[in-house]
T-cell receptor
Framework: GENVEQHPSTLSVQEGDSAVIKCTYS??????FPWYKQELGKRPQLIID?????GEKKDQRIAVTLNKTAKHFSLHITETQPEDSAVYFC???????????FGTGTQLKVEL | EADIYQTPRYLVIGTGKKITLECSQT?????MYWYQQDPGMELHLIHYSYGVNSTEKGDLSSESTVSRIRTEHFPLTLESARPSHTSQYLCASRPGQDYGYTFGSGTRLTVV
């Protein structure tokens, strides 16, 4: 079936440290993997995505890596800042490319 | 501004009432989705649509219905509201393959 597992469920880091969130997926046909950031009381916002033809993508302090053989992908945030505190969701395109299956979310807290 | 709009933003309603949550997007996207989410928690797919006159059930579809008569409009109807329906409802759309969702700001529903 279509399943996306996400770890950890909560992550606390000191400001300036790096944060890593990992996801695994089950649908071998998945070829698109977005990451969303949801701040308290707000809508989820797309922050970065990766397609299956590349192994890594970077945008300033955030990067995503993809290992299609192992069916896992990760979000890396460097030099974390308090405004990075939010819930982060990974997702994989499933259902024949018709819908996103989301992970269960990671609550990231960046402490001063 | 091209975006996805949800109304009402907040709704308090009595048990047994019929309600319709509105969702409209001005981006010309074919694919639209409804999710249920308790704040900061998992996203549960309720219904989705590939385009006009197409609707599909998600994981939590049994107590609601949707329609897609126009590309830009995708309303969600609860026939008989129950306290267990208390949650946030997020509408989303995307243009096609290999693209992520744009989410609306959500409707926070409370059934008393």
């Amino acid at each position: 079936g279509e399943n996306v597992e996400q770890h950890p469920s909560t992550l606390s880091v000191q400001e300036g440290d790096s944060a890593v969130i990992k996801c695994t997926y089950s649908d071998s046909a998945s070829n698109y993997f977005p990451w969303y950031k949801q701040e308290l009381g707000k809508r989820p916002q797309l922050i970065i995505d990766i397609r299956s033809n590349v192994g890594e993508k970077k945008d300033q302090r955030i990067a995503v890596t993809l290992n299609k053989t192992a069916k896992h992908f990760s979000l890396h945030i460097t030099e974390t800042q308090p405004e990075d505190s939010a819930v982060y969701f990974c997702a994989a395109l499933t259902g024949g490319g018709n819908k996103l299956t989301f992970g269960t979310g990671t609550q990231l807290k960046v402490e001063l | 501004e091209a975006d996805i709009y949800q109304t009402p933003r907040y709704l308090v309603i009595g048990t047994g009432k019929k309600i319709t949550l509105e969702c409209s997007q001005t981006m010309g996207h074919d694919k639209m989705y409804w999710y249920q989410q308790d704040p900061g928690m998992e996203l549960h797919l309720i219904h989705y649509s590939y385009g006009v006159n197409s609707t599909e059930k998600g994981d939590l579809s049994s107590e609601s219905t949707v329609s897609r008569i126009r590309t830009e409009h995708f309303p969600l109807t609860l026939e008989s509201a129950r306290p267990s329906h208390t949650s946030q409802y997020l509408c989303a759309s995307r243009p096609g393959q290999d693209y992520g969702y744009t989410f609306g700001s959500g409707t926070r529903l409370t059934v008393v």
